[in-house]
């Protein structure tokens, strides 16, 4: 199952599509969750420090670079979403921004294109 | 040349527009308005009304018919309707709407937009702005006033203050609840439908329901709604994956 934005979104951006792309306009869940992301042949771990239907933010131990396209899976809990297994999203996306400081690397993506893939 | 057909009118003379021209449907219930309006349009070489339509059928069989850029729809022709909006996106994903509001109907502005509406003008807009208006949003653009950007913004800090608020959950029903919970799980419409017992359509009905109520705008926002506010139940799991279909 994928899905794309509804024009809504849209609105507050007053663009389809080639906006400017830090501009973040969907609600930001304050989550952690657990994230595995693989820009270019690299895969490493991550968490979410906020997450909303158009973008993430991670935090992980590694630069990403700006305007990486990369590839990540969230994993939502399983007694949470009242699944017998957790819930993966596959995402693809591309990096905005990463910015470092004590705790890390602070990655901040858009997610294009998303599939829930555990069923 | 014009025809005529039960309420929807549509020109033949396509020689005096430019052939890049804007193609617009008018659909407005007062035939004064729509030959007012035409009449602004003729003195325009890029831009060319394709038909019009006196009432929201009409319109349908219109976007259908006629391809078209752009629809010009009055506001009150909404009124009693709840998915005129969407449905003509659906006949025709590529056109772009402008609605003409009276003052009474501008309350409902954040919820035109919602629905995919690309402007929302008033009936006493004059005729230069509404031009450029057409011409704005044939070119993709939003056309959006100072007062609606006030009322869009504040639509949406309540909407994200709803959706991380955990005390202000809307009320669910039980079968919007199981539609949530097979969703999460990632199933498909068909298969939401096969295992509850209903039809493709009533799911997507149910889904359109439910992301208004809780503001959300895809199944990932759902989702993320549903972790962030805790709102899926192990026994509401459970019966969603317990109903045995027709």
Redesign the interface.
């Known amino acids: 199952m994928s899905g794309s934005k509804p024009w809504f979104k849209n609105v507050l951006n007053f663009s389809q599509q080639e906006k400017s792309p830090e501009v973040r306009c969907a609600v930001r869940f304050p989550l952690n969750l657990p994230v595995v992301l693989k820009a270019g042949q690299e895969e490493f771990s991550a968490t979410t420090e906020n997450v909303s239907a158009s973008g993430i933010y991670l935090l992980t131990d590694r630069q990403v670079s700006a305007g990486a396209q990369i590839v990540f899976s969230m994993r939502m809990p399983g007694a949470v979403m009242g699944t017998p297994r957790d819930v993966l999203i596959r995402c693809r996306g591309r990096v905005v921004r990463c910015t470092s400081d004590s705790s890390g690397f602070h990655v901040a993506a858009t997610i294009d294109e998303y599939t829930f893939a555990d069923r | 040349m014009k025809k005529q057909n039960e309420g929807a009118e549509y020109d033949e003379n396509e020689s005096e527009a430019r052939p890049d021209a804007i193609r617009i449907i008018l659909a407005d219930s007062q035939a004064i308005y729509r030959v007012g309006i035409r009449k602004i349009f003729a003195l325009e070489d890029d831009l060319r009304v394709v038909a019009q339509a006196d009432s929201v059928d009409n319109l349908y069989s219109a976007v259908e018919r006629f391809p078209s850029d752009v629809v010009l729809l009055e506001g009150g022709m909404l009124t009693g309707t709840s998915d005129a909006i969407p449905k003509v996106l659906q006949i025709a994903p590529e056109v772009k709407i402008i609605v003409q509001a009276t003052q009474s109907e501008e309350s409902s502005t954040v919820e035109l937009?919602?629905?995919?509406v690309r402007g929302v003008i008033s009936r006493a807009i004059s005729p230069d702005l509404l031009v450029k208006c057409v011409r704005k949003i044939a070119h993709?653009?939003?056309w959006?006033d100072n007062q609606s950007v006030n009322m869009?913004?504040e639509a949406?800090r309540s909407?994200?203050a709803t959706?991380?608020n955990p005390r202000s959950q809307p009320k669910l029903s039980a079968k919007e609840m199981a539609i949530i919970?097979c969703i999460?799980?990632?199933?498909?419409n068909k298969e939401i439908a096969y295992q509850l017992g209903t039809s493709d359509q009533v799911v997507k009905n149910y889904l359109r329901k439910i992301y208004d109520k809780l503001g959300?705008?895809?199944?990932?926002?759902l989702?993320?709604?549903?972790?962030?506010n805790?709102i899926?139940?192990?026994d509401?799991?459970e019966s969603?994956q317990g109903v045995s279909p027709r």
């Open positions: 937009y919602r629905r995919g993709s653009e939003t959006i869009v913004i949406y909407q994200a959706l991380v919970t999460t799980q990632g199933k498909r959300v705008g895809d199944r990932l926002e989702a993320l709604y549903c972790l962030h805790k899926i139940q192990p509401e799991a969603a």
